[in-house]
């Protein structure tokens, strides 16, 4: 049963959670919003605590926000293992998968999980292999589903009272391509995506 109430005042992450109408614009697939919103978590170790945050663009992409932000706050210590996790309004462009890829060289005890609601110019032959780039270093990517939104919702949204187990419910036939973007293999293959949720290394493999 949801609560009455939104996120409790003793929430730690309340300050840190976007507002409800923000996290329907930037996430929901129908808008082609140009700006990128990410929501994140990091992990250390064995730790079970959590931190969480958002970004936005600003005049850098949000990924290299986040990938300079967190390398000058960070001292890492190789022993740890680091777990992050992201859910992306747009998938990273071809320039962002390689400061990407850079970046986790550079600190092999980090593991990279990243959730999108959209494909950012996949018609883009440099935004693909970006994209294929970054799953043959080891980054799981995947479209988000129904679970991810829900997750995301409940945990970096600041919802309104009573709207707990709510989240924003596109209609299915926003979570594919409009029709009349079907004109290739390739597209029809990002629809089945889009649909189901799969992994994205198919998908690149046939575009």
């Known amino acids: 049963?949801?609560?009455?109430?939104?996120?409790?005042?003793?929430?730690?992450?309340?300050?840190?959670?976007?507002?409800?109408?923000?996290?329907?614009?930037f996430f929901d697939p129908r808008e082609l919003r140009k700006e990128t919103c990410l929501l994140y978590e990091i992990k250390w170790g064995r730790s079970g605590r959590i931190?969480?945050?958002?970004?936005?663009?600003?005049?850098?992409?949000?990924?290299?926000?986040?990938?300079?932000?967190?390398?000058?706050?960070r001292h890492f210590?190789?022993?740890?293992?680091?777990?992050?996790?992201?859910?992306?309004?747009?998938?990273?462009?071809?320039?962002?998968?390689?400061?990407?890829?850079?970046f986790l060289s550079q600190h092999p005890s980090v593991t990279l999980v990243i959730y999108v609601a959209r494909l950012f110019q996949h018609m883009d032959q440099q935004n693909r292999q970006g994209l294929r780039d970054l799953i043959n270093s080891g980054v799981t990517i995947q479209?988000?589903?129904?679970?991810?939104?829900?997750?995301?919702?409940?945990?970096?949204?600041?919802?309104?009272?009573?709207k707990e187990a709510?989240?924003?419910?596109?209609?299915?036939?926003?979570?594919?391509l409009d029709s009349s973007h079907y004109h290739s293999k390739g597209l029809i293959m990002l629809d089945l995506v889009l649909q189901n949720g799969n992994i994205l290394y198919d998908l690149l493999l046939v575009l």
């Open 1 to 25: 049963m949801a609560s009455d109430k939104g996120p409790s005042a003793g929430d730690a992450t309340l300050r840190r959670r976007i507002q409800s109408w923000e996290f329907e614009d």
């Open 51 to 73: 931190w969480r945050n958002s970004s936005k663009n600003t005049t850098t992409h949000v990924e290299l926000n986040f990938i300079e932000k967190f390398t000058s706050e």
């Open 77 to 102: 210590c190789p022993p740890i293992s680091c777990s992050i996790i992201w859910f992306l309004s747009w998938s990273p462009c071809w320039e962002c998968a390689k400061a990407i890829r850079e």
């Open 143 to 162: 479209i988000m589903r129904p679970s991810e939104y829900d997750y995301c919702w409940r945990n970096f949204v600041n919802y309104p009272p009573g």
């Open 166 to 176: 709510h989240w924003p419910r596109y209609p299915p036939v926003w979570m594919k």
